[in-house]
């Protein structure tokens, strides 16, 4: 079996996260995760809040408080919800934690001592009204590539190609709409050119293993056509301070450029907290590991390009050679795994024009699972999706509530009212052989379609073979045998059906932990077969790298959990015997009343000029 790395999107900390989120990188990491320790693989899956640039200094400016203030504040809440929802981290952690800075330093210095940072003159963009760096992403234009009005500062998402924002037509903020003042400054530089043919040659290598998603893998070889040295320095005095320029304080790293390397210091972070230093190296210098990374598409270009580059120079394996540092040779990602967008009823998601769901809300009216059941059966896998609240009603009244929740519910009732306990089988009739043959070989091809992150077909798959299982009770009628001559015809059909229902709960558990636990105690477990995160609240482990902003945090809160106590992936035969009480609906019905209610809701937190997306 293999070490597999679940790298997960960092969310940023300036506010809370929605539900179009989650859709990209929480939920499909978190049951690609559970699936592979299931699967007998080594996971650790990883990830934490990104709290440095320019987005958290506006936030906070408009709140009236300190960037670490709002910092503070918004990494718990989502540290939270992410806990709510019952995403497995092995350690969610944050960016501006001490061992972060470390790590973080530690790639620069060897980065730029190989000779891929290069330093030169730029033209920075500032806002007139306070003086500060904008970054890339809060400029936009037309772009002078293919003419779409409203591209990026580092990108145009229309025609894919990188931009800066001098490249930019009539360049304006998206803060405040200001034309921005570019003045000429010293930054490092990521030297992308001297690391072309190596991202090249790997990015070869994994068009040829043929797994990548085709989308992903086109658009990061398109990138490659236009490559270029790229600003990894701002002018800002909220960051990561850069070595060797600690004379300038009001220089800090890029937000991107340290975010990334969140993967690999949160792996070192947690293999620290665990009590083996150096246990995170079988992740990262074992070149049989494998590493997945999770996010929406807009991140695409940071995954498949900047963070590849940001290895490649510290491994000293560009143009210009090199050695790589003391956290020795590391893995360049197996997988590129980008969702789509997820829409909310035909419009993009907009905090700022009221067009949201936060998941703390959404959570605080609906079951976890149901969220999460939506997310993967109707979610941005491989295209853009809606979300409506009509659908989200259909499905979860038409496949959680009638189609699992009314087999766990007939299931436990027929065997708690007939036998109190799970009962001896007889001799199997083809019927019944029928069925569990199909479920138990549901077990492989479910579990192959997660593992090729097809999420969608796993999910149906398995809610398939939950049809096949109701259509079981149809065709054998247990509830008409009621004779003493039929017992034992009745111990059979719902022996079959307990192993049927344990096995398809057990199938399902990726997508739906909080359900699977109370299925597992419906039917006589301990409710344990799903473990989940919790949140603890540990020790600043550097706090002397930290600066003086910092002063006075002892710790933060992380996600962490112990996942060893989930069942291998496969039968598990039911025992015998087990007491069976009288089961309570697992999945909660939902008034067809509240898509009105939702949507007038969600008409009344938006602004009065707010007129479309």
């Not at 293999?2 to 859709?23: C, D, F, K, Q, T």
């Not at 893998?217 to 800002?236: G, H, V």
């Not at 829409?343 to 969220?371: C, N, P, W």
């Not at 598990?572 to 509240?594: C, N, Q, R, W, Y």
């Amino acid at each position: 079996m293999s070490h597999i790395l679940s790298a997960v999107a960092w969310p940023y900390a300036n506010g809370p996260r929605h539900i179009g989120h989650v859709a990209g990188f929480g939920v499909p990491s978190d049951v690609f995760s559970r699936y592979m320790r299931m699967a007998g693989h080594d996971v650790l899956m990883v990830s934490g809040t990104d709290e440095h640039g320019t987005p958290i200094l506006v936030a906070a400016d408009e709140e009236g408080i300190s960037a670490r203030e709002l910092a503070d504040r918004n990494n718990r809440l989502i540290v939270e919800d992410l806990v709510a929802l019952g995403l497995s981290y092995d350690l969610f952690t944050r960016t501006t934690a001490g061992n972060h800075y470390r790590v973080v330093q530690e790639m620069f210095r060897t980065v730029r001592d190989n000779g891929y940072m290069v330093e030169q003159v730029t033209r920075s963009a500032i806002s007139p009204s306070t003086g500060r760096t904008l970054p890339d992403r809060y400029i936009e234009g037309t772009c002078p590539i293919c003419g779409t009005p409203g591209a990026r500062g580092d990108q145009c998402d229309a025609c894919g190609n990188q931009l800066d924002p001098t490249d930019l037509i009539d360049p304006h903020s998206r803060i405040n709409g200001e034309v921005p003042e570019f003045v000429e400054s010293n930054h490092w530089f990521l030297d992308l050119p001297a690391l072309a043919e190596a991202l090249g040659a790997w990015l070869d290598e994994r068009e040829a293993s043929g797994t990548w998603r085709p989308n992903v893998i086109r658009f990061s070889k398109n990138i490659l056509e236009e490559i270029r040295p790229r600003a990894m320095t701002r002018d800002i005095d909220w960051g990561i301070p850069v070595p060797g320029w600690e004379d300038q304080p009001t220089k800090r790293l890029y937000v991107w450029f340290d975010a990334v390397i969140g993967y690999l210091s949160a792996s070192i972070e947690w293999a620290r907290r665990t009590g083996d230093p150096e246990a995170w190296r079988q992740w990262w210098n074992d070149p049989q590991a494998l590493s997945y990374y999770f996010m929406g598409k807009d991140n695409i270009v940071f995954h498949s390009q900047i963070w590849p580059a940001e290895l490649l120079g510290y491994n000293g394996q560009g143009d210009k050679g090199g050695h790589s540092g003391e956290l020795g040779v590391l893995n360049l990602p197996t997988e590129v795994v980008s969702s789509e967008f997820l829409t909310m009823e035909g419009r993009k998601f907009s905090s700022s024009h009221g067009i949201v769901i936060y998941v703390r809300d959404f959570l605080a009216r609906y079951q976890a699972d149901a969220l999460r059941y939506f997310i993967s059966a109707a979610g941005p896998e491989t295209a853009d999706a809606d979300f409506t609240w009509a659908e989200f009603v259909r499905r979860t009244n038409g496949e959680l509530v009638a189609g699992w929740g009314n087999l766990v519910n007939r299931t436990a009732s027929m065997i708690h009212k007939r036998f109190g306990e799970i009962p001896e089988p007889g001799e199997l009739e083809e019927i019944d052989r029928v069925l569990l043959d199909s479920i138990e070989t549901g077990f492989t091809t479910v579990g192959e379609l997660i593992r090729h992150h097809r999420q969608k077909a796993a999910l149906a798959e398995a809610m398939r073979l939950v049809g096949e299982a109701n259509k079981y009770v149809a065709d054998t009628e247990p509830f008409k045998l009621k004779s003493e001559e039929q017992l034992p015809r009745l111990a059979t059909i719902l022996h079959t059906l307990a192993q049927a229902v344990a096995d398809l709960n057990l199938m399902l558990s990726p997508f739906l932990p909080h359900a699977a636990n109370d299925v597992d105690r419906i039917l006589g477990g301990a409710g344990e077969i799903a473990p989940m995160p919790h949140i603890e609240e540990v020790a600043e482990l550097d706090p002397e790298v930290l600066p003086a902003a910092f002063d006075g945090r002892d710790g933060y809160p992380i996600i962490t959990g112990d996942y060893t106590g989930a069942p291998t992936w496969g039968r598990h035969e039911v025992v015998v015997g087990t007491p069976i009480a009288k089961p309570s609906p697992v999945f909660v019905k939902l008034d067809e009343a509240i898509v009105e209610e939702e949507l007038a809701r969600y008409a009344d937190s938006r602004p009065d000029d707010v007129t479309g997306a």
